[in-house]
């Protein structure tokens, strides 16, 4: 039966959110813990909602970038199907490359804390990619991939990312999933990810929705900026006309 998620309220391990190393002081990537696999085997991924794309190193990859991290071996899952299909990506900073398959994902398992699974969330016949060649930017990574949380538009694996398939196989209450950061430079879980639910001990009052401007970032319009109660356009203006009016009184003077 449809869940409101192993990252409802209230929140199962799996679930929290963690600051990269890497990235720790900037605040701009964060992992977390998901399955893969029968039996499953438990992985870090930062959660991107900038690519479509999961994968995870392969077991048969010896490059460094892949020795340091946890690997997937798809003979050890009785789940695991090939697809034979290569993929390679380019990010903005490093590149992976590899093979494409699909296994059983699982989300609050028992191995990430959740009691015999209470609450656990499964995707069935995820895409992701076997990574066989990594650059060396993911050497010292704190995840060992990636959880790619973006529009099917974008994956270069051309499969579904695992958001759209969990409303495609009916497992979520609520067709939504949130992230929530927590505004502490020091906190820890630095936040929480959350799927098929709305986390409402994080935020006060109603939702606006707004749609987004294409389906592949989650991008929405911007008109204006509001900042310490004043609209950004607002105060530009006001510096403008402050600049004139000096300019103004100086040709005065001048007279």
Known sequence: PPSSSSCAAPLSPPCDLLPT????????????????????????????????DTWVPAAACTNPACMTHSRFEPRSSSTYQTLNAPFQITYGTGSV??????????????????????NSLQVVNQGFGIVFDSSMDFLSASCDGLFGLAFPELSEMQVNPAFFNMMRQGSLDAE??????SPSPTAEPAGALTFGALDQQHY??????????EKAYWTVPLGELFERGLFERERTERAKN??????EEEEEGKK
Do not use: H
């Open 176 to 181: 939504v999933f949130g992230l929530w950061l």
């Open 204 to 213: 006060i009052g109603g939702i606006t929705w707004i749609p987004v401007t």
């Open 97 to 118: 490359a590899g093979f494409v398959g699909s296994d059983l994902l699982t989300l609050g398992g028992p191995s990430n804390g959740a009691a015999n699974g209470a």
């Open 242 to 247: 402050k600049e004139r009016k000096r300019e």
């Open 21 to 52: 190393n890497e990235k720790k002081n900037k605040k701009m990537q964060y992992y977390g813990i998901f399955e893969l696999g029968s039996p499953p085997v438990r992985y870090t991924g930062c959660f991107d909602t900038g690519s479509a």
